[in-house]
């Protein structure tokens, strides 16, 4: 009997369970709001619980509100959390200062006994590149994601400028432009505009706020044309397509260095294999000579 009672009540409350699964309560609207009002982010941070826990204290200190303002736009542009970045300059702080004591202890169990005065130098020189990597890593990401949104921007400058000689209004090409591309570029663009249109807000002043938050100043100088449109149409027009080629040449540019850039480091190692082989050849005869001397 008792067993019985058991089994029914758990599938009573599986069966509730399924229930209110399938028929959600409607969330809260003040909650709703506040996340209307949060700062978004480009893409989830994709982060473990253990970051978020560890980085979270960091966060609050001194120090880490310092680091936190200072890569604002960076971690807003790559999507990684204030917590997350911290973390992870913790934790290879942490594993470059315990990475020489570390090796030294399997090399004393191995027979071969380095002292001391190495490996606490070794991790007193490792533990600031170790601080501040994440950081250079956070910004050669946030520099080809600036450099992927510049690319779609102008894309998005062209279809603005074909809405406006068609004579549509300011708006009506923002949006447009916003919904004619793919991919988190135009995700964000469109995001702001409905966000400012929700708010009452004009779209320009919204990309601005965009362009501050990404630091792209071609949202801003966008913002300031746009202004312009509604009495100057023709002369903004002109105005954006130009902006275009220029982001687009900028783009050429960027493409062609970081080719040049790379075939200068592909040199580097054919120039260190000729030096060896050079060595290679002429010690035999160096040590020879310097044998007869």
């Known amino acids: 009997m008792t067993a019985a009672l058991v089994v ?3 599938a009573g409350a599986g069966l509730i369970l399924i229930a209110s699964g399938l028929a959600p309560a409607p969330a809260p609207l003040a909650r709703e709001l506040q996340a209307l009002h949060r700062p978004r982010r480009l893409q989830p941070a994709g982060t473990g619980r253990l970051a978020a826990q560890v980085g979270r204290p960091l966060v609050r200190t001194a120090m880490g509100r310092r680091l936190s303002e200072s890569f604002a736009a960076d971690l807003r542009i790559t999507g990684t959390t204030a917590e997350a970045h911290l973390a992870e300059r913790l934790g290879v702080a942490v594993t470059a200062l315990l990475w ?4 030294t202890a399997l090399m004393r169990l191995a027979g071969a006994d380095l002292g001391w005065q190495l490996p606490v130098w070794t991790s007193l020189l490792l ?6 990597y994440p950081s250079l890593s956070l910004k050669s990401k946030a520099a ?4 992927s949104f510049r690319h779609a ?3 998005f400058l062209d279809v603005v400028s074909v809405s406006l000689a068609a004579g549509r209004g300011v708006d009506t090409a923002l949006h447009d432009a ?7 570029p ?3 663009l469109r995001r702001a505009l409905v966000e400012a249109q929700l708010h009452g807000h004009t779209p320009w002043s919204a990309l601005h706020r965009l362009g501050d938050e990404l630091a792209v100043p071609e949202l801003g100088e966008l ?4 202004a312009l449109a509604g009495s100057e149409g023709a002369r903004v027009r002109a105005s954006l397509a130009a902006k275009a080629r220029t982001l687009r040449l900028r783009g050429q540019l960027e493409v062609e260095s970081a080719a040049q850039s790379a075939s200068e480091l592909m040199s580097l190692p054919v120039v260190l294999l000729m030096f060896g082989f050079v060595v290679f050849l002429g010690y035999p005869a160096i040590a020879h000579v310097l044998q007869g001397i």
């Open 223 to 226: 913002a300031a044309s746009a």
């Open 144 to 147: 080809e994601r600036r450099r």
């Open 100 to 103: 020489a004591p570390c090796t």
């Open 127 to 132: 533990v600031p590149v170790g601080f501040a």
């Open 178 to 184: 916003a919904n004619a591309g793919q991919g988190w």
């Open 153 to 155: 921007f102008s894309a």
């Open 186 to 188: 135009f995700q964000e």
């Open 8 to 10: 029914g009540l758990a």
